[in-house]
Structures are given as structure tokens and as C-alpha cells.
């Protein structure tokens, strides 16, 4: 049950508005930096005389909530971002120490698809370019002669929200829609109008490539100088999802050889960036991580993460799970766990397991414990016999170990003496 939360970037108040409106205490403040934030999350404060302490945090992209905050969080139960990817959320430390991480991956996906789209027409027309000359009192219409993208190949890497809104957008401009999914099929690609193809045959066929997928080891230079000497000459790069995506001095290479004709970037890897020879190119269209910045998209994930909250409390539904599988969908085995923990009629099962293992420890001597038999009869829910056995675990190792449904697989890697 979350109780008080700490609300520490500007995020719009409907946020507030809506976890007061169901009983929660929120608190404020958003000008703390790191040891600020360390001393103010752990620190009580006194609310109608009573001592109370956070137990969740909400932040944007501002707060960097490392390993230090989580540390200093000793009641911390949840984090919540508004607004998509946790780049700036220590995952694993927050996972180890049962905490769970929400972000709300729907909200700001049409804004960033309709920068994304913006993207491609200045690259297309030049736009930003024929502005600043015009700003200058010149008139050089010679100088910006552009590109229908009709009939253009557009390729999208990353088929999830946002590519599915460019992909839609971007064909009613007349564009062949290509991409590639480590995840979605070819069958369902095909319902959304694009044609699934393996990564090695996409950079060949696009006029223009553009990335939607999060940073992770694996796309970190997904885009880099073997991927763009496969690519036509004069491709035209987007990147609006993670800076790191698209290698920065690999894509100067290519604008300054002329194999890339232009690039539009609203990410970058340090921001603000330390260099500027990538930023101030000719042909490159840079803005200041806005994806997100509308008006619509901040009061959509302000809302979204409150109302996942809200829900988290009534026991009614786990929705921006961030934890275990960077897709949100619980794929793996502790979203497994934590799916099934989260159904009403499996809650009361699950908490007498916990608590008869606990009564166990007491009365026996843990060390001989080899083998314990837990009987489960007339279930027909998915994935409950490793639930009750992770409940047990839980129960059995609560004097040593702090665990939870969040922090089970992580932790139990590295035990070995327990029942099975």
C-alpha cells in the first residue's frame, strides 16, 4: 500500500490532484540534488502529528535516481516515471532491493511520433535550413531545393508503440513502410501496413531510417559506421527514441563523406551535448530532447502514473511494470510471479504460504531442511506452483533475507541452502 509519495520533478499536477483524491499524502519538492534528495527521502516528516516516511517516488527525467537514492529509500516500495524508459532509474539496484519501477509507455507515444514525422519533413524540404537563411534577411530558394517522400522507403527499427504511429502517419504521405522487431512477427507487422524484414536487409532498401527502440546493449550504436556503409548513399537517419542509439562520430563520418545526406536528432548521448561539430552540421536538424513535451503528453502521463498507483493500491491491476522485461508485457519469470501474486483470489493463498514458512523457521532447525511438500489442489491459474514456491522462500528467508515477488529471482541466484 502506498501511502506518501515525493513528487520530485515538475510534473503536471493532475498527477497530485488525482493521488490525494484516493488518500494518498504527496509531498513536493523539486529542486533537490542528489545528496538533497538522498536526505529528503529517508528523512520523516511530521504530518497531523504523525511520523511518516516516503514509500514511493515519482520523478520525469530530472532526478537521477541511482543507487545512492534507492540505498537512502529504506521504505521505498515503488518508482514511478512519467513518461517512457528508465534511463535514469538504477533498475537492477531497484529490483534488488524489491522495489518496483513503473513508467507509463503509452502517454507520450503520439508526441513523439509526430516529432518523429516532423523529422523526416524538414529533412525532406529542408525546412529548418531555408528558415535560418530567411531569418538573415536572405532569399535563397536555389539553395533549398528538396525531396517529395512520396514513394520513399521509410525503414522503422522498433515496431512497438511509437514506430506503429510513424508507420501510420508516414504512409499517408505515400511512403513503403519497412521495419524490423527482434519481437513482432511478420504476420502482425503486416496488419499495421509494414513489411517485416531481418535487420541485415534494411539498410539496403531504406531512403530513410528511423529508431524507436530503448537503449540497451543491445542497440547501443545499433546505427553505426558497418550499418551506414550498407546503406544507400544519401540516407537520410531519425533518431527521437535514446541517444547512444545511433553512434554520434560514425554518423559525422558519414554527413561529412556524404554517404548520409542529412540526420535529424532530438537525442543525443551527453545531454546537453560536450561537442557541437555533430549539432552545428549543415545537414543535421537537432532539437533539445522535446519528444515528449507537449502539453497533452505531460498532463497524459501525469495522469497515467497516478492512476497506476491508484490501481497498484487497490490490488487491481500491475500496469508499467518495468522490472522485468523492457516491453512491460511480464514475459519472464519474475513478472510471472508478480502477475500471479496480483490476482485477488491467489493474494490470501500466497500470504498463509509466506506466513507458514515463517512459522517454520521458528520451530525447526532451517539447516536440516532438505524437502518440503506444498499441496496445491484445484488450480487452474498459470504459473501458481512457482509462486507458492517463491512465497515459501520469501516466508523461510525473511529473518536473513529481504525479499519479495520483485526481488525473488534476482536474490535467489545467489542461495543455495534453502528447501526446494
Known amino acids: 500500500m502506498i501511502k506518501n509519495v515525493l513528487i520530485s520533478d515538475d510534473i503536471d499536477k493532475v498527477c497530485a490532484d488525482l493521488l490525494k483524491a484516493n488518500g494518498v499524502h504527496v509531498q ?5 540534488d542528489k545528496n538533497q534528495l538522498c536526505e529528503r527521502i529517508k528523512a520523516s516528516l511530521i504530518t497531523f502529528f504523525l511520523l511518516q516516511d516516503f514509500d514511493a517516488l515519482i520523478v520525469r527525467s530530472a532526478t537521477k535516481v541511482t543507487k545512492d537514492v534507492i540505498g537512502a529509500g529504506k521504505n521505498l516500495k515503488l518508482v514511478g516515471r512519467a513518461g517512457t524508459g528508465v534511463d535514469n532509474i538504477d533498475l537492477n539496484a531497484a529490483t534488488k532491493a524489491g522495489i518496483l519501477v513503473m513508467n507509463t509507455p503509452t502517454g507520450n507515444s503520439r508526441s513523439a511520433a509526430e516529432l518523429t514525422c516532423t523529422m523526416i519533413m524538414c529533412l525532406a524540404r529542408r525546412v529548418p535550413q531555408a528558415d535560418s537563411s530567411m531569418k538573415e534577411g536572405k532569399w535563397e530558394r536555389k539553395n533549398f531545393m528538396g525531396n517529395e517522400v512520396y514513394g520513399k522507403t521509410l525503414a522503422i527499427v522498433g515496431l512497438g508503440r511509437i514506430g506503429r504511429e510513424v508507420a501510420c502517419r508516414m504512409k499517408a504521405f505515400g511512403m513503403k513502410t519497412i521495419g524490423y522487431d527482434p519481437i513482432i512477427s511478420a504476420e502482425e507487422s503486416n ?14 532498401q531504406a531512403d530513410y531510417i528511423t529508431v524507436h527502440v530503448p537503449l540497451i546493449p543491445e542497440t547501443a550504436d545499433l546505427i553505426n559506421a558497418d550499418a551506414l556503409s550498407k546503406c544507400k548513399q544519401g540516407i537520410y537517419i ?9 553512434n554520434e562520430n560514425d554518423l559525422l563520418d558519414a554527413l561529412n563523406s556524404g554517404r548520409c545526406a542529412g540526420a535529424a ?4 548521448v551527453d545531454e546537453p551535448p560536450k561537442y ?6 549543415k545537414n543535421v536538424v537537432c532539437t533539445p530532447h522535446i519528444g515528449a513535451s507537449t502539453v497533452e503528453a505531460q498532463n497524459r502521463v501525469a495522469q497515467e502514473i497516478a492512476e497506476q498507483i491508484v490501481a497498484y493500491n487497490k490490488g487491481e491491476q500491475l500496469m508499467g511494470a ?5 516491453r512491460m508485457c511480464l514475459s519472464d519469470v519474475n513478472g510471472q510471479l508478480l502477475a500471479v501474486s496480483f490476482i485477488p483470489k491467489m493474494k490470501e493463498i500466497l500470504e498463509a ?7 517454520l523457521t521458528s520451530l525447526i532447525d ?7 511438500d506444498v499441496v496445491i489442489t484445484a488450480s487452474s491459474q498459470k504459473n501458481v506452483e512457482k509462486a507458492v514456491e517463491a512465497a515459501f522462500h520469501i516466508g523461510f528467508l525473511a529473518s536473513s533475507l529481504k525479499l519479495n515477488f520483485i526481488s525473488y529471482h534476482l536474490l535467489m541466484e545467489n542461495v543455495t541452502n534453502v528447501p526446494k
Open 276 to 281: 557541437h561539430d555533430l549539432t552545428k552540421h
Open 322 to 326: 518495468v522490472n522485468f522485461d523492457y
Open 265 to 268: 536528432l532530438d537525442v543525443f
Open 238 to 246: 531519425i533518431n527521437c527514441a535514446r541517444g547512444g542509439i545511433v
Open 366 to 372: 532451517c539447516n536440516d531442511v532438505v524437502n518440503v
Open 353 to 359: 504460504v509466506k506466513n507458514g514458512s515463517r512459522i
Open 28 to 32: 513536493v519538492d523539486t529542486k533537490l
Open 191 to 204: 496488419k499495421f501496413g509494414v513489411e517485416w524484414l531481418p535487420l541485415d536487409r534494411i539498410w539496403n
